[in-house]
């Protein structure tokens, strides 16, 4: 069986929860960019991959990899030079129908920042024939430059405090050091999901998941909610649906790291310019899981390695959804259980949301 029905299944979750919304909470209005993104994200991934064969934009994968994952060798890569875009333009304008709100362009300038970078780590890659673009100092140079140029934005305009908000009314007061923070989570989100982006569906299928989770939390919160960045959300959720059409098991083209960098940034933008930092870290579980699995396999197999150079490995292998491919586990197998523990903590992200 392919991927259609889960996806079909993720895709109707979601706009049920789109649905639902804006006919039970005053002011919200999150079925119309998801709809409008879904459908033309999906339309011009259609017309865009015969695109990305002919410019041979082949991917190329990693010979250390699973070896079911080298029949996947040639699918068109940089998908997220076709949808990224189209979420970034109609979530933007989701401002126009809110006071013109100046923060949605923040937000898709580092968006389409990260889009950028990916697709530079992402071309470099293709045009040596390697799994390796940027190398990690350069690339991380080029994220925190991008970052840091949001957050002074950011704070010129005063729209981040110093204070991150929990469930029950507590709150923690950083001051300056919300600054460091910020950049940290900025580096951190976007490559836990460009390391989540591994199996045909899996990031785009969580990245919807929790840009929808984020909307909602975003709409239930005090004050009659964010309505602007909750449209946004919705765009993104629906740009990442409408790729999943073509994403999903057997995939017919990949995000790239031009797709999974932009998705990180736009959740950290979002959840920083609203005081969701929490919401996002319950909701984004997977992406941390996979990112500390990573940092676990890398520690542990320098601090045991021996005069051979071979060190102990905590995982077989390292992002945590190839341990479980190298268990025995499906590629279909392991998308599936990690989209249904991203709803899990989608809705315990919503429970757990701040109220103010």
Excluded: Y
């Excluded at 990916?118 to 925190?144: F, H, Y």
């Excluded at 709150?171 to 923070?181: M, Q, V």
């Amino acid at each position: 069986m392919d991927g259609r029905l889960p996806a079909m299944v993720l895709a109707t979750a979601v706009f049920g929860l789109a649905f639902a919304s804006d006919r039970l909470i005053p002011g919200s209005l999150l079925s119309l960019p998801l709809l409008i993104t879904t459908l033309v994200a999906s339309v011009v991934a259609w017309l865009g991959i015969p695109w990305l064969r002919a410019l041979k934009m082949g991917q190329v994968i990693r010979e250390d990899g699973p070896q079911a994952h080298l029949s996947k060798a040639g699918t068109p890569t940089m998908g997220g030079l076709l949808v990224v875009p189209v979420g970034v333009i109609i979530g933007a304008l989701v401002s126009v129908m809110n006071g013109d709100d100046k923060r949605l362009l923040a937000v898709a300038t580092v968006t389409l920042a990260f889009m950028l970078i990916g697709g530079i780590d992402d071309w470099r890659s293709l045009t040596r024939q390697t799994n390796t673009g940027l190398t990690p100092r350069g690339k991380l140079l080029l994220q925190a430059s991008a970052a840091g140029l949001f957050l002074a934005v950011a704070g010129w305009q005063g729209w981040i405090t110093g204070t991150i908000a929990f469930p029950f009314g507590l709150n923690l007061a950083l001051g300056w050091l919300i600054w460091p923070l910020a950049l940290f989570v900025f580096l951190a989100e976007s490559n836990a999901t460009n390391l989540t982006d591994g199996l045909d569906g899996l990031a785009a299928g969580c990245g919807a998941l929790v840009f929808s989770g984020l909307a909602l939390q975003l709409m239930l919160r005090g004050n009659g909610g964010d309505p602007s960045l909750a449209g946004f959300c919705m765009a993104m959720a629906g740009t990442w649906i409408g790729f999943l059409v073509h994403n999903r098991n057997p995939a017919r083209v990949f995000m790239g790291d031009t797709g999974s960098l932009a998705m990180g940034a736009a959740l950290t933008a979002v959840a920083l310019l609203s005081n969701s930092l929490w919401p996002l870290l319950v909701m984004g579980g997977v992406f941390l899981a996979e990112s500390l699995s990573v940092i676990i396999q890398v520690w542990v197999f320098k601090a045991t390695k021996g005069s051979d150079g071979v060190g102990k490995r905590v995982f077989r292998m390292a992002p945590l959804h190839h341990h479980f491919e190298l268990g025995g586990a499906s590629e279909q197998q392991v998308v599936r259980a990690f989209w249904l523990i991203t709803a899990l903590l989608v809705i315990a992200g919503v429970l757990l949301r701040p109220h103010s």
